[in-house]
């Protein structure tokens, strides 16, 4: 086995998915092949976090952040990545960020500025990442068999790496030795887009017809199979439902541990 590549909302729950990196790929892949009804059985695993406090938490500080920061060389890179229309005016500067955090709106600037917040937060244990049950034995696990898990987000590098190092898993609050790499639309681009899927491989230097890739979210995974990787949908709850298509056109499991239990499975040809 070469590895993993995690996109952010399974790994995350809110936005941080997963691709998993297989040199024996085929062979688990068709194991992967589920019937619908067991996939519907096994659809029991947890996305990794859910954002429940970090947006709240980032909204209810940005009055005092602009207030007291908005001259600091610190923040000026966060507020001048944003349109200059409202860069030079605190004001319609917060109306934007409100507005684009109700819509969940993900471009970079926005991502950037929302982990710059939440990182008080989280050094003040105001915050922690709701880590779901199902993923800290599966990254241990994994990394024990010296697999490379990577996160591939729409949030900030930096925020993926606080999310990590701040959890509630009570075990072990930071996971991030479990981790090897982050990528962000930033360093990739779009998760929607095959070019992201093939420069992650690249950059890892390894094809991209030996990773699998997951993740809760069907034009992400689409994107990963035009790429060359093969992918599989992650059923989480709280998320948009799957369509009928969707449904029967792609592997939908909803289990780390059906992953872990496959990876180290002797599957014979």
């Not at 947890?46 to 602009?66: I, K, R």
């Not at 075990?171 to 093939?198: F, N, W």
Request: glycine content about 6%; charged content about 25%.
């Amino acid at each position: 086995m070469a590895g993993y590549l995690y996109q952010d909302r399974s790994i995350l729950g809110g936005d941080v998915a997963n691709a998993i990196r297989d040199t024996a790929d085929q062979k688990l892949l068709k194991s992967l092949n589920l019937s619908q009804k067991s996939r519907k059985k096994s659809a029991k695993a947890f996305p990794l976090t859910a954002y429940t406090e970090q947006f709240p938490y980032a909204l209810s500080s940005l009055p005092s952040v602009l207030s007291e920061k908005w001259d600091d060389a610190e923040f000026k890179q966060y507020r001048d990545a944003f349109p200059e229309s409202v860069n030079s005016d605190r004001g319609a500067f917060e109306a934007l960020v409100r507005e684009l955090t109700e819509r969940d709106v993900k471009v970079a600037y926005l991502k950037s500025l929302q982990g710059y917040l939440w990182k008080t937060g989280y050094e003040s244990s105001l915050l922690c990442a709701p880590i779901f049950p199902d993923v800290p034995p599966a990254l241990k696990s994994w990394h024990a068999s010296g697999l490379t898990t990577v996160i591939y987000s729409s949030g900030s590098v930096n925020a993926q790496k606080l999310f990590f190092q701040y959890t509630d898993f009570a075990a072990q609050t930071d996971l991030r030795g479990l981790l090897c790499g982050y990528y962000d639309t930033v360093s990739a681009g779009l998760k929607t887009e095959k070019s992201s899927y093939v420069k992650i491989a690249e950059a890892e230097g390894v094809p991209a017809r030996e990773w699998l890739f997951l993740s809760d979210n069907a034009k992400e995974v689409a994107a990963a199979m035009d790429a060359g990787m093969e992918a599989v949908v992650i059923v989480r709850p709280g998320n948009a439902p799957l369509t009928e298509d969707e449904d029967n056109d792609y592997r939908v499991i909803g289990d780390f541990d059906l992953i872990t239990k496959l990876l180290h499975r002797d599957i014979r040809p």
